[in-house]
């Protein structure tokens, strides 16, 4: 197994439009979590899924995104009428459901929006 | 609401001094704690972990431990290497959910 892949590694959009993510995550991992990173400061939680069910999203996510993990596998994120605030990194992470278990990390999503 | 506070930096030192990154947590009930670690054009990794009080997390000869009546995990090596130059987050892990709450992060800089 390669690890956790996201495509595409980056994205120049113009506002107002939408954007599509995509998390592959490591292939036995049954939970996914979504983290948004801006410049100098730590990743901040967005949503996750255990499965394919989504269990939790951050009050940081507005209406404008959504997230999907059908069929428990990959996973998409998608932002739509996109504002110059959502300049930032997607990064998206996997584990294994169980105490302390270790998340994988993608090399992330660097978003642009002019 | 739960959230961990380290260090600003940047931290600047030479080749073989002592490194601490000073973590402290706000938590409810009975977290895991982590340092991952960013090096330059890579992804996040983990570094090291403890999921109990009183546990020591250890990699690559840096340590940290979780100390519950201070609410700290601070994180320290004893002779720092060029090469452990990046960014290091303390991170409170929810032990139900698996979701990570990062610290602002650290950057590191040792010079040869």
């Known amino acids: 197994d390669t690890g956790v892949s996201q495509d595409p590694r980056h994205k120049i959009t113009k506002r107002g439009q939408n954007v599509t993510f995509r998390c592959d995550p490591i292939?036995?991992?049954?939970?996914l979590y979504w983290y948004r990173q801006t410049l100098g400061q730590g990743p901040e939680f967005l949503t996750y899924?255990?499965?394919?069910?989504?269990?939790?999203k951050s009050r940081l996510l507005s209406d404008r995104f959504s997230a999907e993990r059908p069929k428990g596998s990959f996973s998409t994120l998608e932002i739509q009428r996109t504002e110059q605030g959502d300049s930032a990194m997607y990064l998206c992470?996997?584990?294994?459901?169980?105490?302390?278990?270790?998340?994988?990390f993608g090399q992330g999503t660097r978003l642009t929006v002019v | 609401g739960n959230s961990v506070t380290q260090m600003e930096g940047p931290v600047t030192l030479s080749e073989e001094a002592f490194l601490t990154i000073n973590c402290t947590y706000t938590?409810?009930?009975?977290?895991?704690l982590f340092w991952y670690v960013q090096y330059p054009g890579e992804g996040l990794q983990l570094l090291l972990k403890?999921?109990?009080?009183?546990d020591k997390g250890s990699n690559k000869g840096f340590e940290a431990t979780y100390r519950k009546e201070t609410t700290s995990f601070h994180l320290e090596k004893g002779s720092v290497q060029v090469s452990d130059s990046a960014v290091y987050f303390c991170?409170?892990?929810?032990?139900?959910?698996?979701?990570?709450?990062f610290g602002q992060g650290t950057t590191l800089q040792v010079k040869p």
């Open positions: 992470a996997s584990s294994l459901k169980g105490i302390s278990t270790e998340a994988f």
């Open positions: 292939s036995e991992h049954n939970r």
């Open positions: 899924f255990q499965n394919e069910a989504q269990l939790e």
């Open positions: 938590a409810t009930g009975y977290p895991s």
């Open positions: 403890a999921t109990k009080a009183d």
């Open positions: 991170v409170y892990g929810s032990s139900n959910t698996g979701k990570l709450i």
